[in-house]
């Protein structure tokens, strides 16, 4: 059974402190993995990852996939109240005619002033 | 803990022919969302329920998509008739909280459909 685990579940942090948000993963035959900021009624998509060692990046916010290790972390530099959300990692998996999404739990961030 | 259940898991379908989902949600969850998920994009809200009756369909293409939940717990989606462009992911996610998403959502597996 395909699996994503997040860590940590929460986090409290103080503003311009810097996050790192982890997901590890088990699944057959995967495809990508997702990373979303949930805090209204959909998930706004944040990355998605397909290749080994390449750090993506979207302002203060970076990912980047280690598929020999079969996990991705998520960075969030200098940190705004703003950025307080549950982060969600979601892995795409499956071969020819399947298909799986499998989200984890989710890190719910809270960002203090 | 059972989570939220989707059927089926992939699909393919030809042009204007008809699909349709099917999501069982966490037990006593009371919120129901469908949405859809274009490849590279973050999900689109396209229904929310809340028990048996529809909180927001604003952004429902109502002309082709229908969606029920008749009992309050297993929700169907439909496509009728079906475009290329409805090529996605569909999710569906329950919570136990009511209106505004402020607690915690689960998500089912999604169903890949293919249209061509």
């Known amino acids: 059974e395909d699996k994503v685990v997040q860590s940590p579940l929460s986090l409290v942090v103080h503003e311009g402190d810097t996050v790192t948000l982890n997901c590890s993963y088990e699944?057959?035959?995967?495809?990508?993995l997702l990373w979303y900021k949930q805090e209204k009624k959909a998930p706004t998509f944040l990355f998605m990852l397909?290749?080994?060692?390449i750090e993506k990046k979207s302002g203060r916010l970076s990912s980047i996939l280690d598929k020999k290790e079969l996990f991705s972390i998520l960075n969030i530099t200098a940190t705004q109240t703003g950025d307080s959300a549950i982060y969600l990692c979601?892995?795409?998996?499956?071969?020819?005619?399947?298909?799986?999404?499998?989200f984890g739990k989710g890190t719910k961030l809270s960002v203090i002033p | 803990e059972a989570g939220v259940a989707q059927s089926p898991r992939y699909k393919i379908i030809e042009k204007r022919q008809s699909v349709a989902f099917w999501c069982n949600p966490i037990s006593g969850h009371a919120t129901l969302y469908w949405y859809q998920q274009i490849l590279g994009q973050g999900p689109k809200l396209l229904i929310q329920f809340q028990n048996n009756g529809v909180v927001d369909d604003s952004q429902l293409p109502k002309d082709r998509f229908s969606a029920e939940r008749l009992k309050g717990v297993d929700s169907t989606l439909k496509i009728q008739p079906a475009k290329l462009e409805d090529s996605a992911v569909y999710l569906c996610?329950?919570?136990?909280?009511?209106?505004?998403?402020?607690?915690?959502?689960?998500f089912g597996q999604g169903t890949r459909l293919t249209v061509v």
């Open positions: 699944v057959t035959n995967f495809r990508s």
């Open positions: 979601a892995v795409e998996s499956g071969g020819a005619g399947s298909y799986q999404l499998t």
């Open positions: 397909t290749s080994s060692g």
């Open positions: 996610a329950s919570s136990i909280g009511y209106g505004v998403w402020d607690t915690e959502a689960f």
